[in-house]
């Protein structure tokens, strides 16, 4: 190297030493006023940040989810489907949240735009959590006068109501994490904390929406709540971007305070009178269905669960509870007057409140999951709670814990639209319900299935029978085409019933016992399982009522 060029290149370092001295050092460097980092406390402040909204924004997504199960019952019930279509297009939706929100993250080249980014997203998330209780009121019309099966219908409800919601929310993540990185840069730490706050956010709203909230301020109050949250954290994001981003925050403020003023007057339509821990519970007139006076009906989710007269609590409107009724005194005769009766289930208390008026000296015990159902039923369907014992119970723990009782009928009052409790239907269960009548005494159960050929019912028959000599399944009527039925079975070893029952009490009805029939017609009987506590294919048997109109 020439004297020249060493010179020349002794020079340019030293004006290289002059400039990097003349600056801070990179951990001397203040963010700029405009980074959240300096609004929060600096670089700690910035994740704090960040954690607690994709914290936020995971809960709230599941707390949607969760309420979109009671959302959606009245309308097509609760089923294994109802909740495939639920999970299924929330996860979709998530899924291509995230990936848009991937994108937009590498498009913003400041941290600006994706600040703003984020803040537009949570307040859209906002505005379409009130949209969905707007949203309802035109799309379950739709779908119900669409004539669906309840599987498609509950998809086309889950699709329009919460898809859009979904993909919002999935954004969130990605584009946090986008700007985590950009405050800490180690990332295999940075990335894993984001997704362990998106798993926590959604474990608590999970168990938030499901075991409080939903029972102590409904669904329509969630999802208000859900709107507000998501507007208060996107307000950091959006008051600081200048006239533009205000005018967005006061619309949202503005789009808030409209749905719950719309939620005070109006309720968005709530079919529900009460939302309890299980079900949605609504009383309707029914006083067409009586010849005279009042009545009213209970409705859980999406079926009638019994009428009551006002003042003629013995009489039993719907033809399966007038049937359970003449079985038991076809089969008890006088004795039905003071024997013991154990009602597993109690919806309306249609069926408890009429033995109670009809036989005075009968002891009732009546088992009902849900102690709202009961407190309805007493204010609203004219229940005297004194002339029985209610057990707020799971109907197995229930007669689990009945060691020393024995009783003369057990009434197996379970469907829940054309879901039924599995657990209540095998043969575990009905070794329990066997062990628990006196000798020769009496089971009954009615469930909902598809004639011709309901596959369901065959099965229980053929998981009764191995405890019970006189296994027989009766309906009012045989349909002239396919339809859904409520169908009773009767299980005794006492003796064999009559082919046609026909009422000593109430209406003039005949009841036919059609267990030959079944036998004799559709899928033989031996190619059909008996249920058990380790194979119960409850939906698979009911399958026509879920993925045809005529379960709807």
């Known amino acids: 190297m020439s004297l020249e060029a060493k010179n020349a290149s002794d020079s340019s370092l030293d004006r290289d030493r002059s400039e990097i001295s003349s600056h801070p050092s990179s951990s001397e460097v203040e963010p700029a006023s405009n980074d959240p ?14 954690g607690l909204v994709v914290f936020g924004s995971s809960a709230i997504l599941l707390m949607l989810e969760i309420t979109a199960g009671r959302l959606i019952a009245p309308y097509v019930g609760v089923s294994i489907y109802s909740w495939t279509s639920i999970i299924g297009v929330i996860l979709a939706g998530l899924s291509l949240g995230s990936w848009l929100g991937g994108v937009w993250a590498d498009r913003s080249d400041e941290p600006s735009d994706s600040e703003r980014a984020v803040g537009l997203a949570l307040g859209a998330a906002g505005v379409a959590s009130i949209g969905i209780l707007l949203m309802l009121t035109w799309i379950a019309p739709i779908v119900l006068s669409a004539d669906l099966s309840l599987m498609a219908g509950a998809f086309w409800l889950a699709l329009g109501l919460f898809f859009v919601p979904s993909i919002l929310l999935g954004t969130i993540t990605p584009l946090l994490i986008a700007l985590a990185l950009r405050v800490d840069t180690r990332a295999g730490r940075t ?15 999970t168990f938030t929406a499901g075991f409080w909230l939903i029972q102590h301020i409904g669904t329509r109050a969630i999802l ?4 507000g949250s998501l507007f208060a954290m996107a307000l950091p994001f959006l008051l600081r971007r200048g006239r533009s981003s205000t005018l967005v925050a006061l619309l949202l403020g503005i789009a808030f305070g409209t749905g719950w003023m719309t939620h005070d007057r109006q309720g968005f339509l709530n079919p529900c009178n009460v939302e309890s821990q299980y079900y949605c519970i609504r009383i309707e007139s029914a006083d067409s269905e009586v010849p005279f006076g009042e009545a009213r009906a209970m409705v859980l989710d999406h079926l009638v669960h019994g009428i009551s007269h006002a003042t003629e609590p013995g009489m039993l409107i719907s033809p399966y509870l007038h049937l359970s009724d ?6 008890l005769g006088s004795k039905a007057s003071d024997a013991r009766y154990l009602f597993l289930g109690g919806g309306a208390y249609t069926h408890p409140r009429a033995v109670a008026a009809l036989t005075p000296d009968a002891k009732i015990t009546v088992v009902e999951i849900d102690p709202q159902v009961t407190r309805v039923a007493a204010e609203s369907l004219y229940l005297d709670r004194s002339s029985m014992r209610i057990i707020h119970s799971d109907a197995r723990i229930a007669l689990q814990s009945m060691d020393d009782e024995r009783f003369d009928v057990i009434i197996g009052d379970i469907a829940h639209d054309v879901t039924m409790p599995w657990h209540l239907m095998t043969d575990e ?29 065959k099965s229980l028959v053929n998981t009764l029978r191995p405890h019970f000599e006189h296994v027989h399944v009766w309906i009012e009527r045989l349909p002239e085409n396919i339809s859904r039925e409520t169908f009773i079975l009767s299980a005794t070893d006492r003796f064999e019933p009559p082919l046609t029952l026909r009422a000593q009490r109430g209406f003039e009805r005949d009841w036919h016992r059609i267990t030959k029939v079944l036998e004799s017609t559709g899928t033989p009987m031996d190619r059909l399982p008996a249920l058990s506590d380790d194979h119960a294919p409850i939906e698979r048997l009911i399958g026509r009522l879920i993925t045809s109109k005529i379960g709807n």
Do not use: F, W
Not at 326 to 331: P, R
């Open 37 to 50: 980092a300096t609004q929060a406390g600096g670089a700690g402040g910035a994740r704090l940040l960040y």
């Open 191 to 205: 990335v894993g904390m984001m997704h362990a706050l998106s798993a926590l956010g959604s474990i608590t709203g």
């Open 224 to 227: 208000l709540l859900c709107a």
């Open 326 to 331: 003449e079985l038991i005194l076809g089969y």
């Open 429 to 457: 269960y009905a070794r329990l319900v066997k062990s628990r009548l006196t000798q020769d005494g009496l089971y009954l159960l009615n469930l909902i299935d598809a004639y011709p050929d309901p596959l369901l019912v």
